[in-house]
């Protein structure tokens, strides 16, 4: 088991003044089973650091994944593949690359939970088997 990981969830526990800090602050210190960050959330995590959170808070995400407390996912070809499926299937949302992407690397390793805050976008995507994504934190 994996806990796939969203742009939302990471900014929102790296950023102190987020109102959502202590809940996503708190799964991802409490979580047991690997932490995966699909690597374009990076890309939009490091942007919103930037630009939101404390100087130096993308130095520690980073230092965090030196240390293995995230496991990066790549995206491949057939993840791409995968992500822009999606995006055409769900184009009423618009679903962006990133979203895509996190959501092909749930299908990817066969989970069904995601840590998001982003419940517009993921609360109408559906696996293959029609069932919905569980969404953490509640």
Sequence with gaps: ???VLDT???LAA???NDPDHEACFELLQSATEPLIIPTPVLVELDY???KLA???AWLILCEDVGK????LYPVDDRLLVSAADLQTKYADQPLGLVDAAVAATCWALGERTIATLDRRHFGVLRTSAGEPLAIVPQ
């Design 8 to 10: 939302g969830v990471l």
């Design 1 to 3: 088991m994996a806990l």
């Design 14 to 16: 790296l950023n102190e």
């Design 54 to 56: 404390a100087p130096g």
């Design 48 to 50: 919103w650091l930037r």
């Design 68 to 71: 293995s407390a995230y496991t």
